[in-house]
C-alpha cells in the first residue's frame, strides 16, 4: 500500500489537511484509531458546548451549520459536523487503524499498522494530544484510596453524587467541569492562580481575535494586542455556576494522604475524587523510531514541518505547530501551509533535503 502522503489521525485537524490534499491532487489516506468518526470529540463529557458559534467554528470548505437553537453548538453537532465533513468531500479514511510505528524507508517513510503497513513519500502527523492526558506528580498520590479520573474520560456529574470532590485546572474544562459537579457534590476548585473570566458579553471569538493579534505582533506585522481580557469564557453553565457562588478557587495543596489532601498551612481534609483537568501532551510515542521526539514530547519544527526528518510534518497540537492549530476554526491555516509545503516538496523531488 503506498501512497504520496500519509496522514495519521483523522480528527478535526487530519480532515483540514485532507481537505487541502484533495485540492492538490495528490494520492493520499488517512489513518484513524478511532471506530466512528469525530476524532476526540465522542470522547469529551456528555454537556460539553464549543464557546464560539458555528460559524466561528469551521473547517476550510464548509461552515459548520447553526443549531437549532443559535446557541454554540454542542458535543454531538460537532461530531455530526465531522462525520459529514469527511462524508462531503469523499476523504479517504481508514478506521479503526493504529499506527504502532514510523520509520525512514529509502526516500520515503514505512508506516507500520496494526493492519499492515503502508508506504508514503511524506506523513503528516495530526493525532492531536487526547491519548496522552496530563496529570501532575504529588506526594502520596498512590497511596490515595479514592478516585482519581483526568477530564479526558468525564462524562457526567452523576457518579460524584452527595462526594466531596476536587476539580484541578484552571481553564475551560476545569470551569465547566466544577460547574456541573457543583450541582451535585461538595466540589474545590484548585488552581495554579486565580481564574481569569472574560466578560459575559463575549465569546470564544474574542481569544481567537486576540491570538491573531499577537501572532502578527510576533511577526513584526502588527504593533502589540491589548492586554488579555481573562481565559475562562462564560458559558451559559460557567454563569449559572456563579450565580451560585460555586466559581472560588484555591491553591493547590501540598500532598495527598490516603483519604484525601493536605493543604499548604498543614491543614488536612477528606476527598472522596480528584478529577485532573490538567491539559495533555502530544500523542507521539509512535514517533519514537525516528529520533524526533525532545524531552517534553515534542517535535523541532519551522511552522509545521519537522526540521530533524525531511518529508515530516505535524499538525494541530498548539502554537509549536501553527497558530490557533489545535482549535477547529485556526487549523485550517496550518493545513493549508502544510498541503502546498508537501505539494512543493514531492514535486521538486526534495526528498532528503528541507524545504
Known amino acids: 500500500m503506498e501512497v504520496d502522503v500519509l496522514v495519521i489521525g483523522a480528527g478535526q485537524s487530519g480532515l483540514a489537511v485532507g481537505y487541502y490534499l484533495r485540492r492538490a491532487g495528490l494520492t493520499f489516506v488517512l489513518l484513524d484509531d478511532q471506530a466512528e468518526p469525530g476524532g476526540a470529540w465522542p470522547h469529551g463529557w456528555d454537556s460539553l458546548r464549543l464557546f464560539s458559534p458555528a460559524d466561528a467554528s469551521s473547517l476550510p470548505g464548509w461552515l459548520m451549520p447553526r443549531p437549532l437553537d443559535?446557541?454554540?453548538?454542542?458535543?454531538?453537532?460537532?461530531?455530526?459536523?465531522?462525520?459529514?465533513?469527511?462524508?462531503?468531500?469523499?476523504?479517504?479514511?481508514?478506521?479503526?487503524?493504529?499506527?504502532?510505528?514510523?520509520?525512514?524507508?529509502?526516500?520515503?517513510?514505512?508506516?507500520?499498522?496494526?493492519?499492515g503497513t503502508w508506504q508514503a513519500r511524506a506523513v503528516v502527523c495530526a493525532t492531536g494530544s487526547w491519548r496522552n492526558?496530563?496529570?501532575?506528580?504529588?506526594?502520596?498520590?498512590?497511596?490515595?484510596?479514592?478516585?482519581?479520573?483526568?477530564?479526558?474520560?468525564?462524562?457526567?456529574?452523576?457518579?460524584?453524587?452527595?462526594?466531596?470532590?476536587?476539580?484541578?485546572?484552571?481553564?475551560n474544562s476545569g470551569a465547566q467541569i466544577l460547574a456541573e459537579v457543583s450541582r451535585v457534590a461538595q466540589t474545590t476548585w484548585v488552581t495554579e492562580k486565580e481564574p481569569r473570566f472574560l466578560p459575559d458579553d463575549v465569546d470564544g471569538r474574542v481569544l481567537f481575535t486576540q491570538a491573531t493579534q499577537r501572532y502578527h505582533a510576533q511577526a513584526g506585522q502588527a504593533p502589540a494586542p491589548p492586554p488579555s481580557l481573562g481565559d475562562v469564557v462564560m458559558v451559559d453553565s460557567v454563569k449559572e455556576a456563579r450565580e451560585r457562588s460555586a466559581l472560588g478557587s484555591v491553591r493547590p495543596f501540598a500532598r495527598f494522604t490516603r483519604t484525601g489532601v493536605v493543604w499548604a498551612d498543614g491543614r488536612e481534609e477528606a476527598v472522596d475524587a480528584v478529577i485532573w483537568c490538567t491539559g495533555f501532551r502530544p500523542a507521539l510515542s509512535f514517533m519514537e523510531g525516528l529520533d524526533v521526539l525532545e524531552a517534553d514530547g515534542r517535535v523541532a519544527t519551522t511552522g509545521t514541518r519537522a526540521t530533524k526528518r525531511p518529508g515530516l510534518w505535524l499538525v494541530g497540537y498548539g502554537s509549536w505547530t501553527g497558530f490557533a492549530s489545535a482549535t477547529l476554526i485556526g487549523v485550517g491555516r496550518s493545513a493549508r501551509a502544510t498541503a502546498e509545503e508537501i505539494q512543493v516538496f514531492l514535486a521538486a523531488g526534495l526528498v532528503g533535503t528541507p524545504v
Open 70 to 115: 443559535n446557541g454554540f453548538p454542542a458535543r454531538d453537532a460537532v461530531i455530526d459536523y465531522l462525520t459529514q465533513y469527511e462524508q462531503r468531500y469523499a476523504l479517504p479514511v481508514r478506521r479503526p487503524v493504529r499506527v504502532v510505528g514510523v520509520q525512514q524507508l529509502g526516500e520515503g517513510y514505512a508506516v507500520q499498522t496494526d493492519a
Open 133 to 171: 492526558p496530563f496529570v501532575p506528580t504529588y506526594a502520596g498520590q498512590s497511596d490515595f484510596g479514592g478516585v482519581q479520573l483526568h477530564s479526558a474520560h468525564y462524562r457526567e456529574a452523576a457518579p460524584f453524587a452527595g462526594q466531596r470532590v476536587l476539580v484541578v485546572g484552571g481553564g
